[in-house]
């Protein structure tokens, strides 16, 4: 893999944007399962956008401000010490996320309060990985595909929904590649790797079992 790619890849599938991605497909294909199948397509459309403020855009310009200001030296987050306070803010913007759709907007919550529940989880993974990175650099981008593709296995073996049977091995094949890019990159150990897949796995695969 060269370099460009990798960069690219690591980019195109940053953990911030994992949220909307996992919700953008369930929304589309098995709305049942999260809620929203009495909602027409563009109002599904205005709901994703909402979550991409909340979980990609915001934090994604926090952390930016963070960097400009000094405060952390790349946005790559190289190193412990620059993980630590990015982590701690992304923490608190996704629990506000999670606090907003649950109780704010308490008739969507209603109706779907499977979105809520999946930011919660998503939260609690973001947690743990700033919990660990205070010693370890475990990897994010593990965390985040991990639990995208823990979710999406969650939905099929529990809902039967088959639909994403072919999603499924897509993702598959392109976390392999991502996780290869993160390597390349030496951004992280096969260790970090592993450890960030299994725990977004864990994490999200134990929410859709007993939550949603």
Do not use: C
Not at 19 to 40: I, N, Q, R, W
Not at 85 to 99: D, K, Q, S
Not at 128 to 143: C, D, F, M, Q, R
């Amino acid at each position: 893999m060269n370099t460009p790619l990798a960069k690219s890849l690591s980019v195109l599938l940053h953990p911030l944007l994992m949220p909307t991605l996992l919700l953008g497909m369930l929304f589309f294909t098995t709305p049942a399962v999260v809620g929203v199948d009495m909602f027409s397509p563009p109002i599904r459309l205005t709901l994703l956008g909402f979550v991409g403020m909340t979980t990609f855009v915001i934090p994604a310009l926090g952390i930016y401000y963070l960097y400009r200001a000094g405060y952390i030296q790349s946005l790559h987050l190289d190193n412990l010490a620059d993980r630590r306070l990015p982590y701690f803010i992304t923490v608190l913007l996704y629990g506000f996320a999670t606090y907003f759709f649950r109780y704010q907007l308490a008739q969507l919550s209603e109706l779907a309060p499977q979105i809520s529940i999946v930011l919660a989880s998503v939260t609690v993974s973001i947690a743990l990985v700033a919990i660990i990175s205070l010693n370890w650099k475990i990897s994010a981008h593990g965390t985040g595909f991990g639990g995208l593709l823990g979710a999406t296995f969650g939905i099929v073996i529990k809902f039967g929904e088959h639909i994403l049977l072919y999603p499924l091995l897509g993702l598959i094949v392109l976390g392999g590649l991502l996780m290869s890019a993160r390597l390349h990159l030496n951004a992280h150990t096969p260790a970090q790797i592993s450890a960030g897949v299994l725990l977004g796995l864990v994490v999200s695969l134990a929410t859709v079992w007993w939550f949603v």
